[in-house]
């Protein structure tokens, strides 16, 4: 299995910018890719970014351009670079680990203001 713990969120004003951290450790080689998810009060967990083992990226259409998923292999980490943020934003952010196991973290609370 892998363990996942996320950081880096909190309360941004509109325009401003984060940097999500997801640590992973345990079955690292196991992993064929690992994305970015979010869920806002009320509505189902949407899709964000995804990024393989070896380095491609994909991202869905509503952060291409706005949102950087990126990795360091040394440290074991995902991260992902959210700018020019909207309250729309707002929602509680998760990393997957998808490979021989399934893997979700507990998530990070990212907050914009107006």
């Known amino acids: 299995q892998v363990r996942l713990v996320e950081s880096g969120g909190g309360l941004v004003q509109a325009g401003g910018s984060l940097r999500l951290s997801c640590a992973a450790s345990?079955?690292?080689?196991?992993?064929?890719?690992m994305g970015w998810y979010r869920q806002a009060p009320g509505k189902q967990r949407e899709f964000l970014a995804r990024?393989?083992?070896?380095?491609?990226?994909y991202y869905d259409a509503s952060v291409k351009g706005r949102f950087t998923i990126s990795r360091d292999n040394t440290q074991n980490t995902v991260y992902l670079q959210m700018n020019n943020l909207r309250p729309e934003d707002t929602a509680r952010y998760s990393c997957?680990?998808?490979?021989?196991?399934?893997?979700w973290g507990q998530g990070t609370q990212v907050t914009v203001s107006s």
């Open positions: 997957g680990a998808f490979g021989l196991y399934t893997n």
């Open positions: 345990g079955s690292i080689s196991s992993i064929n890719y």
């Open positions: 990024i393989s083992s070896g380095g491609s990226t």
